[in-house]
C-alpha cells in the first residue's frame, strides 16, 4: 500500500510540473501591423446627439480592410447600441424605398472611443460616408464624408 501511494504522489509530482499549454486567441477585428488610413473625415452630430470624432478608411500590414472610428469617438448610447453603416449619401432613410442610399452594414457600436470594423471584400469607391444610425430611435445619430 505504501508503494502504490509513493508511486501515486511521484506522478502527481510530475504531472504538476509539466509545461502548460496556454491558448493564444488572434482578434480578427483588430489590424495587423500597421493601419494606414486611404480616406479620412470627421463625423458630424445629427438629431441633437453628441456624435463626433475622426473616421478613417484603410488597410493593414496584410491587406485586410478597416474602418476605423478614432478614439475620440464620441455618440449617444442611451439606446445601448448604434449601427455603423458605409453609405453613398450623408442620409439614410428608415422607409424602404424612400430613395435610401446604397448601404454596406459595418458593424455595432456600444462604447464610445476607438474601434475598428473589418469589411469583408472591397468597398466601392461610390461608398463616401459613414452614418452613425440608431435603430430604436429610427434616426441617424451623425455622419461624415470619406475623403
Known amino acids: 500500500m505504501k508503494k ?17 499549454t496556454e491558448t493564444v486567441t ?16 470627421n463625423l458630424t452630430a445629427e438629431n441633437g446627439t453628441t456624435t463626433t470624432g475622426m473616421i478613417q478608411l484603410g488597410t493593414d ?14 455618440t449617444k448610447l442611451t ?3 448604434v449601427t455603423v453603416f458605409l453609405s453613398t449619401s450623408a442620409t439614410y432613410m428608415a422607409n424602404p424605398g424612400a430613395g435610401n442610399p ?14 475598428y470594423f473589418k469589411i469583408a471584400g472591397t468597398v466601392p469607391t461610390n461608398f463616401t460616408h459613414v ?14 464624408q470619406l475623403l
Open 4 to 20: 502504490l501511494l509513493s508511486v501515486m504522489v511521484l506522478g502527481l509530482l510530475f504531472a504538476s510540473c509539466e509545461k502548460d
Open 26 to 41: 488572434v482578434d480578427s477585428s483588430v489590424p495587423v501591423g500597421t493601419f494606414t488610413a486611404s480616406k479620412s473625415g
Open 61 to 74: 500590414s496584410k491587406g485586410t480592410i478597416f474602418l476605423r472610428l478614432g478614439s475620440n469617438f464620441t
Open 79 to 81: 439606446t445601448g447600441t
Open 102 to 115: 446604397a448601404l454596406k452594414l459595418v458593424g455595432i457600436v456600444a462604447a464610445n472611443g476607438e474601434k
Open 131 to 144: 452614418i452613425i444610425w440608431c435603430g430604436s430611435a429610427n434616426i441617424s445619430f451623425g455622419n461624415g
